[in-house]
Structure formats: structure tokens, C-alpha cells
């Protein structure tokens, strides 16, 4: 399995941007299709976006489309999740997960491999 290490969450003000950064280790990134849930206290996992290996196929939750964006860059084994016009329903654990491909449920993640998650609060 790949390692996964999530960073870039923190406190940041409605309105404003963050970007999440997922790096894996291990070769196998490239041919991995990745993806973001999130979790808010109290409340079920959402899968929030995901990405094909290559980078062109892509998903988008639509409580978060038109705000986030993912990406990747395989050269640096890093996923990406850029954050705009952030809004306090966004406070959550970020996570991101890798596996062969991706559903539009996000259910295959289940068994694939998960980060310890990343915290993003958004003050009003």
C-alpha cells in the first residue's frame, strides 16, 4: 500500500482559500486514482473529490463544485485540493485516499489507503 501524509489545513476566515496537499510514497502514485473526503464532528463522511491517474478524469462533490478544485502532479507524487470561497459547513477533517480507480460514490476507497487527515476550520 501507499503512504499517504495530508497537509496544508489550518484556520482561515470565510471567503478565503486554502490548498490540501496529499504526498504518497512509494512508485506506485502514478497509476493511482486519488481522492478527498472530509468529516465534520458528528456528522458522516462526504467524499468530496476525486482524480483519475492521469490527471483527466475528475470528480467534484456538488456541495463544493465551482469552489474546489483537485490535481495532481505525478513527477512529485502530491495530490492537491485547492479551497476557495470557503464557507464555516466547510470545517471538517480532511482526508485523502489513493486506489486503482475511483467510483462516483467514492465507495471503492474503502479499501484503499487512507492519511491521517487534516484539519480545516472556517470562521464566519
Known amino acids: 500500500q501507499v503512504q499517504l501524509v495530508e497537509s496544508g489545513g489550518g484556520l482561515v476566515q470565510a471567503g478565503g482559500s486554502l490548498r490540501l496537499s496529499c504526498a504518497a510514497s512509494?512508485?506506485?502514485?502514478?497509476?493511482?486514482?486519488m481522492g478527498w473526503f472530509r468529516q465534520a464532528p458528528g456528522k458522516e463522511r462526504e467524499f468530496v473529490a476525486a482524480?483519475?491517474?492521469?490527471?483527466?478524469?475528475?470528480y467534484v462533490a456538488d456541495s463544493v463544485k465551482g469552489r474546489f478544485t483537485i490535481s495532481r502532479d505525478n513527477a512529485k507524487n502530491t495530490v492537491f485540493l485547492q479551497m476557495n470561497s470557503l464557507k464555516p459547513e466547510d470545517t471538517a477533517v480532511y482526508y485523502c485516499?489513493?486506489?486503482?480507480?475511483?467510483?462516483?460514490?467514492?465507495?471503492?476507497?474503502?479499501?484503499?489507503?487512507w492519511g491521517q487527515g487534516t484539519q480545516v476550520t472556517v470562521s464566519s
Open positions: 482524480i483519475g491517474w492521469s490527471g483527466f478524469s475528475t
Open positions: 485516499a489513493a486506489d486503482r480507480d475511483y467510483s462516483r460514490d467514492g465507495k471503492n476507497f474503502d479499501n484503499g489507503s
Open positions: 512509494g512508485r506506485t502514485f502514478s497509476s493511482l486514482a
